[in-house]
């Protein structure tokens, strides 16, 4: 089991690759139990829970070694509030509109400004039993659409970007043909309006699912992905988390191995079809062992 850090690697880094750099020790402030962190890349700055402090931590994109964070969110006006197991463990940023966002319990997100430094309010709270939030459930917004997604209770809740209180959501995709499960992370693509989560999850499978799939922020009720990744089946592991990165093309997912230590995958993110009907994409899941692993799958048009 390894010490509390945020490696950073070279992106084409394979198995058994050391880190180019790392972020750690007594001065960073970083805890145990993080399992989802942001990177702001229009301010370059990284934005981290410390669980067990009950603050958010930010540094500096280029940060390393034992760095001091140049902002730590922290205080009782700030009601982050951890709970018997730690929580807290992820939190999202939203670099258009200037926000920290960070799921609480029993269910809520708290909205930071984004230069927010420590004892202070947040702009908003967004919790309450309309919003159907519950426990810390993970957030991230969508600033084309001017939307705020949270993966809970089985169903993807899409909110008014700025809702807060005990707000409704303006629609909520759920429901057996959706696939809808849950994962520790979630993505949006904005350009394309993708909401890419965890799909296919089983019974009791908790932290995790077997696929990934992608809907469209304009989806509402029991719709079906627009596409689909099966990880667990391609890869025999299920993923816990997943980042994505447009500019080279590739979705990355996270995924712990009984023996207890993290792998990485990439993939190639399909290619938006603008057909006006079904198109098809051919691409491939690059393995950690370099294997590539060819697959089908149907696109359809979201606009």
């Known amino acids: 089991m390894t ?6 690697f070279a992106r084409l880094a394979k198995e058994n690759t050391p880190p180019v750099r790392a972020l750690e020790g007594q001065k960073t402030l970083i805890s145990r139990t993080m399992h989802g962190f942001g990177y702001d890349a229009t301010h370059d700055e990284i934005v981290v829970t410390s669980p067990l ?3 958010i931590l930010i540094f500096r994109g280029a940060a390393n070694g034992e760095e001091r964070p140049i902002r730590v969110i922290q205080g009782p006006h700030t009601q982050i509030l951890g709970t018997a197991g730690g929580g807290l463990d992820k939190v999202s940023v939203d670099p258009v509109n200037n926000e920290i966002l960070l799921p609480i319990a029993p269910g809520g ?3 930071f400004d984004r230069e927010a430094n420590g004892d202070v309010a947040p702009k908003r709270l967004l919790s309450g039993p309309d919003t159907q939030i519950r426990g810390m459930s ?6 084309v659409h001017n939307a705020m997604i949270v993966n809970s209770g089985g169903a993807m809740l899409i909110f008014d970007r700025t809702a807060s209180g005990n707000a409704k959501p303006k629609a909520v995709i759920r429901g057996p043909k959706s696939l809808m499960a849950a994962i520790s992370t979630i993505q949006v693509y904005p350009p394309n309006g993708w909401i890419i989560g965890g799909c296919d999850r089983a019974p009791g499978m908790a932290g995790s699912s077997p696929a990934v799939c992608a809907w469209s922020v304009n989806d509402n009720g029991d719709v079906a992905p627009r596409w689909k990744i099966p990880v667990q089946q391609l890869t025999g592991y299920a993923p816990s988390g ?6 080279h093309r590739e979705f990355l997912e996270v995924k712990l191995r009984p023996q207890i230590h993290l792998e990485i995958t990439k993939y190639e993110i399909p290619k938006f079809v603008r057909l006006g009907c079904r198109g098809y994409s051919r691409f491939f899941a690059i393995a950690s062992a370099g294997w590539r692993l060819p697959f089908q799958n149907v696109l359809r048009d979201l606009s």
């Not at 997943?242 to 500019?247: F, K, N, Q, S």
């Open 53 to 55: 402090t009950q603050s």
């Open 3 to 8: 010490h509390p850090q945020i490696a950073a």
């Open 242 to 247: 997943i980042a994505l990165d447009p500019v």
């Open 138 to 143: 993970p957030v991230v917004v969508d600033p």
């Open 109 to 111: 997100i708290l909205v």
